[in-house]
Structures are given as C-alpha cells and as structure tokens.
C-alpha cells in the first residue's frame, strides 16, 4: 500500500519546480512518516514531526531533490519533453560533438525544458533554407535563441516559400546571429514594399543578397525605406539600387543626404550633373564625407583645381575618389608636374585620360618603357601626351601595335614621328591596325610611307570611310588621289562631289 500511495503522489502532485514552501514541507512530512525504521541511536526507527528537527538537514535535503526530480520527471515525458539523452542525441545528429552540447546547455538551460515536437521543426525548418551541417552548428553556438524564438518563424517561411530559400546562406546566419528577434518582425513586409517601390520581381534576389539585411532592411522603418526611394528618384531610383543595392544600407538623414550635398556644392548647385556622376558611379555613396572631401582638397592645393575642373573630373571620372591620395594620386600629379604641365594642362590631361589616376606602378612603367624607347624624351610634354594616349590600352597591345609598325618595315622613329602627329595609334587594337594597313598597301597599292604624313588614316573605319570613299572616288578621280583628302572631308563635302562627278560604269 505504501508504495501504491507513492506512486500515486508522483503522478497527481503538480511539476515540482511549481511546489510553495508550504506544500514542499508536507511533502517531506510525507516522507518523513513513510520511512522505515532509521537507526542512528532510535531504538524504535519510527520518525514522527515532533522529533523532525534531529534528522540531518543534508538527508532531507538530498531525499526533498530526489522526490522533486522524480516529479519532474515523469512531468517531461507526459508532455514530450526531451530528456537529457535525447538533447545530446539531436544535437550530436546535426554535427555538435558533446563538449559543445554541454556547453550550448549551460548558457541556454531553456532548450532542456523545449518540447521535442517544436525543437526539431525549428531545425528542420532553419536547414530548409540552407542552414544546415557546419553552418547551422556555427549559428546556434553564436546564439541558441535561433531554436525558441517565435519571430524567426515568419521570416523563415517567407524565405523559404516566397523567395524560394534563394537568399545565401550565410546572409541569413548573419542576420539571425547579429539582430535582436523583435526587429525581424515585418521582414517580409519591407520586402514586398521594395517590389512596390520599384524593384523588379527578377532582380529583388540580386538586391537582397548584396545588402546588409538586418541595416538595409530589420533596423528601418517602413518610413524610413519610402523616404530613402523618394530622395534617389532623381538620381535612378530603384534602378539606382539594383545598380548598387548597398545604398540601402546607408542611412539617409546622416550619410546619403550630406554626401550629395558636398558633390552638388563643388559643381555650382548643378543637380543634373550631381545625378549623372552618382548614376555613373554609385559606390561614391559609400565613401565617407572625410574621404571625400580630403580628395578634394587635394586636388585643389596639390594639383591647383578649381571647384568647377575638379567636378568635371568626377563627372569624367567618377572612380578618382577610390583611388588612394599617397599611393597613386600624389606621384602621378608629380609626373605631370615634372613634364611641364601647370594646373590647367592637368585639368585637361585628366579628363582626356583619367584612367591614368587608377592605373598601377606597374602598368604605368612599362608602358613609359615602351615610349621611351621609340624616341620619347623624360619629362617632356609630348611624354606626357603619349602617356595619356597609352592609358587606354593594355601593356600587351602596345606591344603589339609596335611590333606590327616594325613588321611593315617602320622604323622606332618612324612609330614615334607618327604617335607625335597622332597619338592615338598606339591605342588601337592591333588586329584592325592591320586589317587597315593591309588594304592600304594592297587593296589601294599605296606605299606603308604614307602613314608618316597622315597617322590618322589608321583611325578611320574601314569599311564604312575607307573602302567605301575609296571605291567611290576611284573611278572618277583615279588612284592618284591622297589618303589625307580622301578621308578628312566632311560627309557633306564628300556627298556633293559625288553628285558633280558622278560614278560611271
């Protein structure tokens, strides 16, 4: 009977960390009078309460935890709770070994008292969008409340569902490990407000995985998301920002305002030009104002802009503002310097070949190489001019485009007499330089000579200005006519001759 009772009182008394003092007290009184006989100097062994206060305050305690254990126990496995093997099993399934089991257990003692049922949907909904194996072991050991918090629920089925699980990876791990749950709340709602605001369907992927989610998206209000569309309108607005989604990611009262602010001073209030450059180079938003405005007052005390020649510049050239002040900047103005160019040759020098700022040490001395090398002299202006001729082309093709001149039997000095009249041959490709020079010499039989009066001939489109004014002068006016005045003159000019000295068959 007494075992009866005690299986009985397992089974009806409520879980015990639910126990007041009061009813923990009846429960020792309880077990206090149903022990058997207790032998430390009691002839009789029978306890009663009025001689409680002499047993070991250590035996009771360790008899209350058992019977509170065995409670909770059997409270667990009514409701499908996990026991403590079962944890240590379903983690060790998806990758943790037991040390780290142990160790996710003592900073989150809530996922021992987490119903079987929810925790292994949280797992398996988690690896239905790509966390899972190494990744999802990293997430829950950077934060464990991934598996409890019901916000993450919403945000997983809208990825999952709605854009077919399709975010990275590691963008969502990012998210759900660096944001507070309460700010994943309307994830999907700022999404589909994107759409709304103008981002294609087919590119909202290409968007989402190249912004920062929980600052693009999370940590801004609805509000703030409108107020940031409404303000890059002029400059492209959606398009803008599939152009370059990281515009999101910058707050508009404190960064995108101020920074159009500075690029729309330094041209004179010109708001066209302002949206042309942010259009031609949107990463210019993401420089801070110290950047951008030490690039500026660079360009002003060391090569001696104005406000006006240096936003040409960024119109021409926006990428100048990546490019490093000490390490690129400040010894290619000093070239120019040293070739004799005042302030107003740099401004012109610059938005002719501004790729030379951005070129590297490397490319920059092997091309001087090759210039100096068919006659150009150090620290000259017509170095200069090559150089900024050359910018435009690849080390190889230059290479190339000397090699061929030679192959025609034209000499270092012949290529540099040449690249001075016109120093745009050394930027062409190679292959239509030849293509050119082979109708030259054999398809209008003039001499390879010819190109040392008229370099420009060599510019000019083949099919379209050289063959065709070619073939339509020839029969009227012979072979003897000069390439300069075959191919210089108008469309216009041309036409009308056409018509006075009419082709005849």
């Known amino acids: 009977m007494a075992s009866a009772a005690t299986a009985v009182t397992h089974f009806s008394s409520p879980p015990a960390y639910f126990l007041s003092q009061s009813q923990a007290m009846l429960v020792i009184s309880k077990e206090v009078k149903t022990r058997p006989r207790y032998s430390h100097g009691h002839e009789h062994g029978t306890l009663s309460l009025a001689n409680f206060t002499k047993i070991s305050r ?16 059997c409270f667990r496995s009514s409701t499908n ?29 809530t996922l021992r008292v987490t119903p079987l ?45 709605d854009l077919d699980g399709n975010i990275e990876p590691m963008k969502l ?19 589909r407000l994107l759409l709304q605001l103008g981002v294609p369907q087919e590119t909202i ?42 515009i999101l990611n910058y707050d508009l009262d404190t960064q995108l305002i101020p920074k159009v602010r500075v690029l729309s ?33 660079f360009l002003r005390s060391f090569a001696g802009l104005s406000d006006q020649e240096i936003f040409r510049i960024f119109l021409v050239f926006p990428a100048v503002i990546s490019a490093s002040r000490e390490r690129k900047l400040r010894p290619r103005i000093e070239f120019l310097k040293q070739c004799g160019l005042g302030s107003e040759d740099i401004f012109k020098f610059l938005t002719k070949a501004p790729l030379f ?100 001939f060599l510019g000019y489109k083949l099919d379209d200005r050289i063959k065709h004014r070619y073939e339509a002068k020839r029969k009227t006016l012979g072979d003897g006519l000069s390439i300069n005045k075959l191919l210089s003159v108008s469309v216009e000019i041309f036409s009308t001759k056409i018509k006075k000295n009419p082709i005849h068959s």
């Open 357 to 456: 700022l951005a070129l590297s040490f490397d490319n920059i001395a092997r091309k001087l190489g090759f210039l100096v090398k068919i006659g150009y002299e150090c620290r000259t202006r017509e170095l200069a001019a090559a150089m900024g001729s050359v910018t435009r082309t690849s080390c190889e093709n230059l290479q190339k485009v000397i090699g061929l001149f030679l192959s025609y039997g034209l000499s270092f000095a012949d290529i540099y007499i040449m690249s001075k009249k016109h120093p745009q041959i050394l930027q062409y490709n190679h292959k239509s330089l030849q293509e050119k020079m082979e109708y030259l010499i054999v398809g209008m039989g003039r001499e390879v000579g010819e190109l040392l009066a008229f370099p420009a």
């Open 58 to 73: 250590i035996e009771l305690g360790a008899s209350l935890a058992k019977r509170l254990l065995n409670q909770r126990r």
């Open 81 to 109: 709770y996990l026991t403590e093997n079962e944890l240590v099993t379903l983690f060790q399934e998806i990758g943790l070994n037991e040390k780290e089991v142990d160790s996710l257990l003592e900073k989150n003692p």
């Open 173 to 191: 791990e990012r998210l759900l490990t660096s944001t507070e749950t309460k700010f994943l709340v309307g994830f999907d709602q700022k999404v």
């Open 265 to 297: 001073q330094l041209g004179g209030g010109d708001v066209d030009s302002t949206a042309a450059i942010v259009w031609k180079f949107p990463a210019i938003l993401s420089y801070s104002l110290e950047h951008i405005g030490k690039h500026v007052e």
């Open 205 to 246: 992927l290409h968007v989402l995985n190249n912004i920062n989610l929980s600052k693009a998206v999370c940590l801004k209000s609805v509000e703030n998301i409108e107020r940031t569309f409404a303000y890059l309108n002029p400059f492209g607005g959606a398009d803008l920002i599939v152009r370059c989604p990281k």
């Open 117 to 161: 049922d929810k925790m292994r949907s949280r797992i398996l909904s988690l690896q239905s969008v790509g966390i899972k194996g190494m990744a999802f072991c990293r997430l829950i050991s950077k934060d464990s409340n991934v598996l409890l918090a019901e916000e993450i629920d919403r945000l997983i089925c809208f990825v999952r569902d």
